[in-house]
């Protein structure tokens, strides 16, 4: 039966035109008027394995463009739902902070099925976290460990004004070593949100050095090349996520 209803692009095409416009925007043409997009399904083995880390990162990039510019793929979440029943295959495992504003999934523009997902107050790694990232990626395939701090944290402006509350107390001490490593010349206070988010980025690149350290099974995929390590940080004010290697 004949229909004038427009067929929705694949993902498989996203990915394509996130390159492409990775491309336009290398050579200084303005992607002003790219279309919407349809993601009618979660992420398929055959187009997560055919992705490499350096493709997850951009296609994320891509994703937050469209989050800033109020644009979101037209995520068809009960689709979605029904595609990963029977397994799933995300590209990427994010640790990030349970602040309420920075929700990694909505701020990068991702599906069901795209992401796993670690929250934890100042997106500090522990024992736990590390085994679900091995999991996430030398069991489930993913191909980035994206580290994501926000700014102005209130763990971590805890931790510079030496908050005490029963278990957060011992979370706090472990974005403590951010505060000593951090360089800096204005007033190092917690009502400084400048310091706070120079701490911040510092606490994502020490938690990246700790993943690396405390894990040698990421290590190594990452020394395979099968894998990135990457560091990320989310602007509450603009929206923008800044990536960064470490």
């Not at 055919?50 to 951009?58: F, L, Q, R, S, Y």
């Not at 979440?77 to 504003?101: F, M």
């Amino acid at each position: 039966m004949k229909t004038d209803q427009p067929t929705q692009p694949s993902r498989r095409t996203m990915l394509k035109k996130t390159l492409a416009v990775s491309a336009l925007s290398v050579t200084g043409v303005a992607a002003l008027s790219v279309p919407s997009i349809s993601f009618a399904a979660s992420l398929t083995k055959e187009q997560r394995d055919g992705m490499t880390p350096d493709v997850v990162i951009e296609h994320f990039k891509q994703g937050n463009l469209r989050f800033r510019e109020n644009r979101p793929a037209k995520h068809d979440y009960l689709e979605q739902k029904r595609g990963s029943t029977a397994g799933q295959y995300p590209a990427a495992v994010i640790l990030s902070c349970i602040d309420s504003r920075a929700p990694a999934e909505i701020i990068l523009d991702a599906g069901i099925g795209e992401t796993f997902n670690s929250r934890v107050a100042g997106n500090i790694s522990n024992r736990d976290i590390l085994g679900s990232m091995e999991f996430a990626c030398a069991v489930a395939g993913a191909k980035v460990v994206l580290v994501m701090g926000h700014t102005r944290c209130g763990a971590v402006r805890g931790a510079i004004d030496n908050a005490e509350l029963g278990n957060l107390t011992g979370l706090l001490d472990e974005i403590k070593p951010a505060i000593k490593r951090t360089e800096y010349s204005g007033e190092r206070k917690g009502s400084n949100y400048d310091f706070v988010d120079a701490v911040a980025r510092k606490n994502v690149e020490l938690t990246i050095e700790n993943i690396r350290k405390n894990s040698p099974v990421l290590k190594q995929l990452e020394d395979e090349k099968k894998i990135k390590i990457v560091g990320s940080m989310y602007s509450l004010i603009g929206g923008e996520v800044d990536f960064f290697e470490v």
